[in-house]
């Protein structure tokens, strides 16, 4: 048998497998090192939109927030007053505690109406004052009476003003509880409902003793 033929054969197959290995190494060298980013498709999440939620609120989050910042902003300003002018250290012990508790629910309830492009209310701004709007919010007249006591009549003032404020306070919560849609101030409200509804049976008691 003539084995010319399939030698000829065989070199032709060889040399058919070494144009594709050279054509295969050209395109490589072709896409400036950057193969990957044209042969591998993108990553699936490159694109997609974010999945973390952010929370949705509606405009009763917006009132409790404008609203209690100011609120809490009084309750701080006559709690600063009791440590100068109480003559109990337990009316003081427990003013230290109403402003350690409303400071930072402050800030928070800042940083949310910041988030949502709403104005930040300033210094007692965004409540009208006195008995009539349901708020607990004192007005200027009985401020400055508060700010004029001293001692024993001091205290006793404090607690009754106070007492007042709170109720204000927690019936603002109730609201946002039934009407609020962002979960942060829901649980706000409920925390603010629990600790105010103990402080007044507190300041109750308190009374109860001068």
């Given at each position: 048998m003539n084995a010319t033929?399939?030698?000829l054969r065989r070199r032709a197959a060889l040399a058919t497998a070494s144009t594709a290995v050279a054509a295969l190494a050209l395109t490589a060298c072709g896409d400036d090192g950057n193969s990957s980013a044209t042969s591998a498709p993108p990553p699936a999440t490159a694109s997609a939109p974010a999945t973390v939620p952010t929370g949705e609120h509606n405009q009763a989050d917006v009132?409790?927030?404008q609203g209690m910042i100011p609120h809490h902003r009084q309750a701080i300003l006559m709690s600063e007053m009791a440590q100068t002018h109480a003559a109990s250290d337990e009316v003081k012990a427990l003013a230290a505690k109403i402003k350690k508790a409303q400071d930072p629910e402050i800030a928070t309830m800042t940083?949310?109406?910041k988030a949502w492009g709403e104005k930040v209310p300033t210094g007692m701004d965004g409540m009208d004052g006195g008995d009539h709007d349901g708020s607990g919010m004192m007005d200027d007249q009985?401020?400055?009476m508060l700010r004029g006591a001293s001692g024993t009549a001091f205290d006793t003032m404090f607690l009754t003003m106070m007492?007042?404020?709170h109720e204000g306070a927690v019936e603002m919560a109730k609201t946002e509880k039934a009407e609020g849609a962002y979960g942060p101030a829901k649980t706000l409200a409920d925390d603010?409902?629990?600790?105010?509804?103990?402080?007044i049976a507190q300041m109750k008691t308190m009374l109860g003793k001068s």
């Open positions: 033929p399939f030698r009132t409790f927030a940083g949310w109406l009985r401020m400055d007492i007042e404020h603010i409902i629990t600790a105010q509804t103990t402080e």
